[in-house]
């Protein structure tokens, strides 16, 4: 099993230009990690258009291209919704950089039915393209969808270019258990974010926080093994989203968890003082603050690398 770095897990790090994807290349190589997974949405200070990416101009993509050559690293890019025109221009950037699966997610912030039914259409119609350019679509199930969603706009397409990323961690916010998403997803799974949570009370607001991987209350040795066990993947990508939090999407019940206070759902202190990991987009911490965040985010991704590597020595002879 091949294991990959998203740029999600130095995200403070991009946003205040202390890291670009040159950069970034490097971390993953001095990691000894396989791949990388590029994010390419509009984040706080980031290229509107192309995010840590950085540019879609010619020479910038060849040069991408040779430093992920020159450590033989796969590649995989994050977009995010499913504009036609949108996603031919990715998949063209895909097609240069060598990078095989697209993630998209559809939702944001709410759930609404209406964007599936678009979806399936807007993905129809550019399957042809994925087709000939060998690329797959994975869609995401992200903060607002429970599995069975992903899956039923997934049979409605019905190709076999286009399939799931398994976030294992994002069901939580739509109250379903990691376990529940990574099972029904598995036949579905074109590749992974692998991640670690645990809830937290913010003053009166319960949060999901995000935490080194192996520190949180995730079955994640559950989740590692289930993948190369029930899946065809080839990869898993390490998606250390800390520090972070997000706000439950969906009413309590709905992804079938009908209460708190046991597995993944189990209230912790917070990792940290919460004050820090306000969402990034609405917070811009003091010079000071910002260091302690920057060198956090590092030693935590350090930890978590770690850990899902030994993982892959248990599961993956």
């Known amino acids: 099993m091949k294991l990959g770095l998203e740029t999600e897990s130095y995200h403070v790090h991009f946003q205040h230009h202390r890291m670009d994807i040159f950069d970034f290349i490097n971390k993953a190589v001095e990691f000894g990690l396989d791949g990388v997974q590029i994010n390419i949405i509009e984040d706080l200070n980031l290229d509107p258009d192309w995010g840590c990416l ?3 101009e010619p020479e910038h993509l060849r040069k991408v291209r040779e430093r992920l050559d020159e450590h033989e690293l796969y590649c995989e890019i ?3 919704g499913v504009d036609v025109e949108r996603l031919k221009s990715v998949i063209s950037v895909a097609e240069v950089l060598g990078a095989d699966v697209i993630r998209t997610y559809i939702n944001k912030g709410n759930f609404d039915p209406s964007k599936m039914e678009l979806a399936i259409n807007n993905i129809k119609e550019i399957e042809p393209l994925l087709e000939e350019k060998g690329i797959s679509l994975a869609i995401e199930n992200h903060e607002e969808e429970v599995s069975t969603e992903i899956i039923m706009l997934i049979e409605k397409i019905n190709s076999p270019y286009v399939g799931c990323l398994c976030d294992i961690g994002n ?3 739509a109250w379903e258990d990691p376990k529940i998403t990574v099972n029904n997803l598995a036949a579905y799974t074109k590749t992974v974010h692998f991640k670690d ?3 937290i009370k913010d003053g009166d607001k319960l949060r999901v926080s995000g935490c080194p991987i192996g520190e949180g209350n995730i079955d994640t040795d559950y989740c590692f ?7 065809d993947i080839k990869r898993i990508n390490i998606e250390m989203c800390h520090p972070y ?8 019940g709905e992804g079938g968890v009908e209460w708190l206070g046991e597995g993944a759902f189990k209230i912790e202190e917070p990792y940290i003082d919460p004050n820090y990991i306000l969402p990034m987009e609405t917070y811009h911490p003091s010079d000071e603050n910002l260091e302690f965040i920057l060198e956090l985010q590092e030693n935590d991704l350090v930890k978590s690398v770690a850990y899902v590597k030994k993982l892959r020595e248990k599961y993956c002879q």
């Open 54 to 56: 950085g540019s879609n």
């Open 78 to 80: 994050d977009m995010k």
């Open 171 to 173: 069901g939580m916010m």
């Open 197 to 199: 949570h645990i809830v």
């Open 225 to 231: 093994k289930t993948l190369v066990e029930k899946t």
């Open 245 to 252: 939090v997000s706000d439950f999407k969906r009413a309590l």
